[in-house]
């Protein structure tokens, strides 16, 4: 039995327990931005504690278990799992790529004139981003009205027996789907969080279609550590005759996503190059640079098309196939055909845009290259990417150029395999630190991440520099004709007396790696531009006792014509240092 309340299915389960009112700021417009914070800080207490991660453990043997847990969560907000039907959900998990497959989505519908809802995760500068409308973050005002909204309903159906609230996570996945059903949204393209068998967004049964992005080893302790066993869980979004498509995998995990696909009755396809698409026309201009993004670029024209024709979009006309290139014939997974593009297509491929992944930002003779890659691969295709940048950049007259690497990595990542990978760009300097913007973030809630403190990030952050100083040695043993490093080092701390800086030098070693390691960002980044970024100020020498090596590290970055840095390792330190470089971003 369901009874309607403005404009959501309730559940029987929930119509008994009173509806409770909104508190007033969350009626109408927001007041202040101190009305927002309020309820992003409520958010943040629900991050990941240590009862939650045995509850996840107990589940992750029982996946019914699992979304029971997330629907039961679903149906106290006021829906029901037949409610996320009427969404029209385009569903894309994958280790690598996914984020990007759905915003290349998202934007190739949105020019066919479609109200568009877009989930995905992490977020990088605001929560907000990660729910959005017809590709902009929600506003503050919808922020506090549907996190209130959501947030008093599950506080008044707890059970004493169960958790009273959903993680941080399935919070923020019970709300999108509030705010893209009230919002009457044409579509709702929805990236999975980690996995897809156990993810909370798997709560979805009837997407319009599916997609899985390139895979590689990622969140091991969680979904295995081979890349069969990660395949298999992706596979876990295939359902019943819903369509699915896949990039060029190795062999191997390609089987396994053929098996899961006939296991649930899924037609899956391979999604033909982009080049196929290009045959007979110019080449494709896509929004996001790096040759990797082309096969991200392939599965949204794949999913994009399979939506328009499963729902029928008015004035699509005939979308005319290419014949499949004959040497992909025969594949265990059958090669989907190419199509002629339409003009919203192409469109929807040159102006997508997608914060913190290969984005270059030029603030005076310092450059800065950001990219979120945290798995092998990516680092990889990162490399390539800001190799090839890099080189097509204006060379100074003068010839001084000085490179930096700012890196760090969460979870339970290979630290040295990622670092190994970026020794071949002969960066001048490495610099390590947290995630954190700044050593407090308590007036930062967005940035807050209540499960790691700074000392493990830094204790992090220090082995991640014994780690580069030992591949630089191993790297100049191997090969006589590269630069002998710069002899820097050192980690700055906060000292005794406050607001001061104290840098203290690691131990002696044969050969010191041109690493710093700060506790925040903002003090890297001040460091790095030493003045000459517009956005950030110069590095304050007060009360500090600066080490000789980050001393004339600090001469040579302010007197290069050009420094580039490459930022990456992590989503997160990313989204901290695009806070800092783009004020305007967090307006």
């Known amino acids: 039995m369901t009874v309607r309340y403005t404009g959501y299915t309730q559940s029987a389960a929930a119509k008994h327990c009173p509806v409770p009112k909104l508190p007033t700021k969350a009626i109408g417009s927001v007041k202040s931005h101190e009305e927002v914070v309020d309820a992003i800080r409520m958010l943040n207490t629900l991050q990941t504690n240590a009862s939650y991660l045995e509850q996840v453990k107990r589940e992750r043997g029982d996946p019914q278990a699992q979304l029971e847990a997330m629907q039961g969560f679903l149906e106290r907000s ?6 996320l039907d009427r969404l029209n959900i385009i569903h894309v998990t994958g280790t690598k790529g996914k984020g990007s497959a759905c915003a290349f989505t ?38 506090s009205k549907y996190f209130w909204l959501v947030y008093n309903r599950l506080e008044e159906t707890k059970d004493p027996a169960h958790a009273s609230m959903p993680a941080y996570f399935r919070f923020l996945t019970i709300m999108a789907f509030h705010v893209f059903l009230q919002e009457k949204v044409d579509l709702a393209v929805v990236e999975v969080g980690i996995g897809g068998t156990y993810d909370c967004t798997n ?60 296991e649930r009755e899924c037609p899956l396809y391979l999604c033909p190059e982009l080049d196929d698409f290009e045959e007979g026309c110019r080449a494709l201009e896509l929004g996001l640079a790096g040759a990797h993004q082309r096969s991200n670029a392939a599965l949204a024209l794949q999913l994009a098309r399979t939506w328009l024709q499963r729902c029928g979009c008015p004035g699509l006309g005939e979308l005319k196939e290419v014949p499949p290139s004959t040497e992909l014939l025969g594949r265990p ?37 950001l990219d979120g890659a945290h798995t092998t691969s990516s680092i990889q295709a990162c490399v390539r ?36 990978l970026l020794v071949p760009c002969h960066f ?29 990030a830094l204790t992090r952050c220090l082995e991640n520099q014994r780690t580069w100083t030992r591949l630089l040695e191993e790297k100049v043993g191997q090969d006589p004709w590269l630069p002998s490093p710069l002899r820097v080092g050192g980690l700055l701390q906060p000292a005794p007396t406050r607001g001061s800086l104290l840098l203290v030098p690691p131990a002696p070693r044969p050969l010191n790696s041109p690493a710093l390691v700060f506790p925040c960002l903002a003090q890297a980044l001040r460091w790095v531009a030493q003045g000459r970024d517009p956005q950030l100020a110069a590095p304050t ?47």
């Open 428 to 456: 001048d300097y490495a610099v390590f630190c947290p995630n954190f913007t700044e050593v407090s973030v308590a007036n930062n809630a967005d940035q807050q991440n209540f499960n790691v403190t700074l000392e493990n």
């Open 333 to 369: 997974v059958p090669l989907a055909p190419a199509f002629q593009l339409t003009d919203a297509m192409i469109q929807g491929l040159r102006d997508t845009e997608w914060l913190g992944r290969t984005q270059v930002l030029s603030h005076g003779p310092v450059t800065w290259y």
């Open 203 to 262: 709560i979805i049964r009837a997407p319009v279609v599916c997609g899985v992005s390139s895979l590689g080893i990622d969140h091991t302790s969680i979904l295995g550590d081979t890349m069969e066993k990660i395949a298999w869980q992706k596979g876990g979004i295939f359902k019943p005759g819903v369509p699915a498509f896949t990039v060029a995998q190795p062999e191997r995990p390609l089987e396994v996503l053929r098996e899961r696909a006939q």
């Open 106 to 143: 998202e934007c190739i519908l949105r020019n066919y004139g479609l109200k568009t809802g877009f989930y995905s995760s992490p977020h990088l500068v605001q929560v907000r981003e990660r729910i959005r409308i017809n590709g902009q973050p929600i506003s503050k005002d919808l922020f």
């Open 385 to 420: 990417w800001f190799r090839q940048t890099a080189l097509n950049q204006d060379k100074p007259h003068d010839g001084s150029e000085v490179r930096v690497l700012l890196f760090n990595a969460t979870g339970d990542r290979d630290t040295a395999a990622l670092l190994k």
């Open 78 to 83: 006021g829906l029901k799992v037949e409610d």
């Open 541 to 587: 020498a007060s009360g500090a006792q600066p080490h000789p090596a980050a001393s004339s590290g600090a001469v040579l970055l302010r007197e290069a014509a050009a420094v580039r840095v490459l930022v990456t390792g992590s989503l997160h330190l990313v989204g901290g240092a695009l806070r800092l470089l783009e004020p305007a971003l967090s307006q």
